[in-house]
C-alpha cells in the first residue's frame, strides 16, 4: 500500500484529468487568477485564458459591475470568433463573489445570463446557511458552472466539503501567505494546510463525494517555485492574485503597482489588519477575516496611538493626491498585497506570467527529478 503523501499526488493527478475535462482549453497543471476585487477585471481574465489558464473576475464596486465585466467578455471574444464563446456554451472565465455582502440576486442574473463556467464564492458569515443558499442558487442559475469555494481552516474545508446538499465542484485551500483577505487569527501557512486538507477528504468520516473534490493552492504564490511545492503538497493546480496585480492587464492604479515591484521582505513589510478596510469606509466583515497588505504610515501612525479620526483626514487627504502620498511606504492608503510581494520583481504581460510559470513548473519539476535519487 502506497504511503499518504504518495496517495495524496495520486489523488491530485487524477483530479487534474477532472479539470481539464471541465475546461477544456486549460493545460495541466491549471494555474488560475484569483477573483481580486475591482482588480481582476475582463482583461486580465482573458488574457489568463488565451495562455491556456482560468482567469476570475473579481467582485466590482458595486455589485451590476459583474453584468458590464462579463458583456465585456462575451463580446471580446465573439469579436475574436473565440471557440468557446457560442452562446450555448460556457464563457471561459470565471467570477467571484463575496458572500458576507454580496447580492445573490444581481449574481443569480449574471451567472444564467453569461454563463460563466466557474464561481468563486468566499468569506460567508460564520456558518454555512448562506454560503448553501449561494450555492444552491447559482446551481440553479446555471447549471454547469463550477463552484468553488475558497477555505483557509480544515474546518472550514470540512464543513463546505460534507455538504451533501451543496456540495462545492472545487476547494481553493487559501494559505496565511495570501494577499487581500483572509483567516484573521487562525489562518496557517499552505505548507500545512494543504496536505492535513487532503488527507482528511480522503478519511472515511467525509461522504464519498467529497474525496474527488480537487483542491487549488493559492497564497505566497508568485513563481514556479511556489507552484511546484504547492503541486507536491496535493494540489491540482494553483492560484495566484498578488502576482497578476503586477501585470499589464490589472485595473490597478500605477502607483500601486510601483509598490508591488518595489516592496520587499513580506514578513516584516506585510500584515492583516482591518485598520486600511476601516480608513477606506468599508466595515462589517466577519470578524474571522482580515486582509493583508502592506504597511504604510497609516498603521506606523496608528501603532504610535495616533486617533482614527485624525487617521482617516490624513488618510483622505493623501488619497485625493495619489502618488506617493496614497502608496508607498510613506503613503497611507490600502495596499493590499501578499506576503510573496519580494518575489515580484516586474510588471508583465498575464499571457507571459502563466505560459513563464508553466515553463518554470516543468524545468523545476524535470530538475528535481534529475537531482533527486
Ligand atoms: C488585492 C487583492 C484583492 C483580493 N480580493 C479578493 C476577492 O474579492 N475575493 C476573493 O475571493 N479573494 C480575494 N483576494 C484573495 C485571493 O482570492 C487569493 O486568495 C490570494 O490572492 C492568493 O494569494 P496571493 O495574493 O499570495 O497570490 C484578493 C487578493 C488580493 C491580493
Not at 502576482?243 to 490597478?252: D, H, K, P, Q, V
Not at 504597511?295 to 483622505?316: C, I, M, R
Request: aromatic letters at 6%; glycine letters at 10%; a neutral charge.
Amino acid at each position: 500500500m502506497s504511503s499518504r503523501p504518495v496517495r495524496t499526488l495520486l489523488r491530485a493527478a487524477s483530479h487534474r484529468a477532472l479539470l481539464k475535462e471541465k475546461f477544456p482549453w486549460t493545460l495541466s497543471p491549471l494555474v488560475v487568477g484569483a477573483p481580486m476585487r475591482v482588480f481582476s477585471g475582463p482583461e486580465l481574465a482573458i488574457s489568463i485564458y488565451r495562455a491556456g489558464g482560468l482567469g476570475f473576475i473579481g467582485p466590482g464596486i458595486k455589485a451590476a459591475n459583474i453584468i458590464i465585466d462579463l458583456e465585456e467578455v462575451q463580446s471580446q471574444l465573439l469579436k475574436e470568433n473565440s471557440p468557446n464563446s457560442k452562446s450555448a456554451e460556457l464563457l471561459p472565465v470565471g467570477v467571484g463573489f463575496q458572500v458576507w455582502n454580496g447580492d445573490l440576486e444581481k449574481a443569480v442574473i449574471a451567472v444564467s445570463k453569461y454563463r460563466p463556467c466557474a464561481v468563486w464564492l468566499f468569506a460567508p458569515r460564520s456558518g454555512q446557511s448562506d454560503l448553501v443558499s449561494w450555492i444552491i442558487r447559482l446551481r440553479e442559475a446555471s447549471f454547469n458552472t463550477s463552484i468553488w469555494v475558497q477555505v483557509g481552516t480544515l474546518k472550514e474545508a470540512l464543513d463546505v466539503a460534507s455538504n451533501t446538499v451543496a456540495p462545492p465542484d472545487v476547494l481553493v485551500i487559501q494559505g496565511a501567505e495570501a494577499g487581500g483577505h483572509g483567516r484573521a487569527s487562525d489562518g496557517i501557512g499552505l505548507i500545512t494546510l494543504l496536505p492535513e486538507i487532503s488527507d482528511a477528504l480522503e478519511s472515511i468520516e467525509i461522504n464519498n463525494a467529497a474525496k474527488s473534490i480537487p483542491l487549488i493552492g493559492a497564497g505566497g504564490i508568485a513563481d514556479g517555485r511556489g507552484a511546484v511545492a504547492a503541486l507536491g503538497l496535493g494540489a491540482s493546480g494553483v492560484a495566484l492574485g498578488t502576482r497578476f496585480l503586477a501585470s499589464t492587464e490589472a485595473r490597478i492604479n500605477e502607483s500601486y503597482q510601483t509598490e508591488i515591484i518595489r516592496a520587499t521582505d513580506g514578513a516584516s513589510t506585510t500584515g492583516r489588519t482591518q485598520l486600511y478596510n476601516h480608513l477606506r469606509g468599508t466595515f462589517g466583515w466577519p470578524e474571522e477575516f482580515s486582509p493583508r497588505g502592506l504597511l504604510n504610515q497609516s498603521w506606523t501612525d496608528y501603532k504610535a496611538g495616533v486617533p482614527f479620526d485624525e487617521l482617516k483626514k490624513l488618510h483622505d487627504e493623501a488619497v485625493k493626491e495619489g502618488g506617493n502620498s496614497a502608496w508607498g511606504p510613506n503613503g497611507r492608503t490600502a495596499t493590499y498585497a501578499s506576503a510573496s510581494v519580494g518575489l515580484i520583481r516586474e510588471v508583465q504581460d498575464a499571457e507571459i506570467i502563466v505560459r513563464k510559470l508553466r515553463e518554470d513548473i516543468i524545468s523545476i519539476t524535470k530538475s528535481l527529478e534529475m537531482s533527486i535519487n
